[in-house]
């Protein structure tokens, strides 16, 4: 099997263990307290590659955390994806007719803000035009599948509270970014997913 059989194999495996898009798109939206992210993948030298940002100190939760593009739902917004697809455009140029919109899954509550965050899963065409919106992302870095999955990148992350309270996190640390908390776990989930580890 050929380089790029095998990457079409997997993005066709995930979209199969996704959940459909409609099914969890009006999830939650009502309460108020929604969020949904984007979490956009493309292939780039014979590996997928996922994007991640990195906010910015001037936002008002997760100042300085490895996130994906994404945020709280607007009352323009009329599905949990429009909040997805939104965000990711403002936050770092992904115009959305330009994703390939594999399929969701449940997310969960961020432990910081109590908010309800739901991925969305994506196939960008290349990352080259991307381009952060400086008053809410810092960095846009993005990580090859092959390191996400190697163990050598993991390791345990410090965390300092503004109360001085220091706790520790499983973590994923690449060039200098850290990827934990709610982050990682969505990127652990899919990982699940794209390896036939979880089925929908």
């Known amino acids: 099997m050929s380089i790029s059989e095998r990457i079409n194999q997997r993005v066709a495996r995930l979209r199969q263990s996704l959940e459909p898009i409609d099914q969890l798109a009006r999830h939650r939206i009502g309460a108020g307290r929604g969020a949904a992210v984007l979490m956009p993948i493309f292939e780039l030298d014979d590996d997928l590659h996922l994007v991640y940002i ?4 001037h936002v008002d939760s997760h100042r300085g955390q490895v996130a994906f593009p994404g945020g709280r739902v607007d009352p323009t917004d009329e599905t949990l994806l429009h909040t997805a697809l939104r965000e990711a455009r403002e936050e770092v140029g992904i115009e959305p ?65 503004d109360s001085g309270t220091v706790t520790e996190h499983p973590a994923i640390f690449y060039n200098d970014q850290v990827i934990w908390g709610l982050t990682l776990r969505f990127t652990e989930e899919l990982l699940d997913r794209m390896n036939g580890s979880t089925t929908a």
């Open 54 to 57: 990195r906010r910015s100190d």
């Open 97 to 161: 007719e330009s994703v390939d919109l594999l399929g969701c899954f449940e997310g969960t509550v961020a432990r910081t803000s109590e908010i309800h965050v739901t991925p969305f899963v994506g196939v960008i065409p290349a990352a080259h035009g991307l381009r952060a919106d400086p008053k809410e992302v810092a960095a846009i870095f993005f990580v090859p599948m092959s390191a996400l999955e190697d163990s050598s990148y993991r390791g345990t992350y410090r965390f300092r509270r």
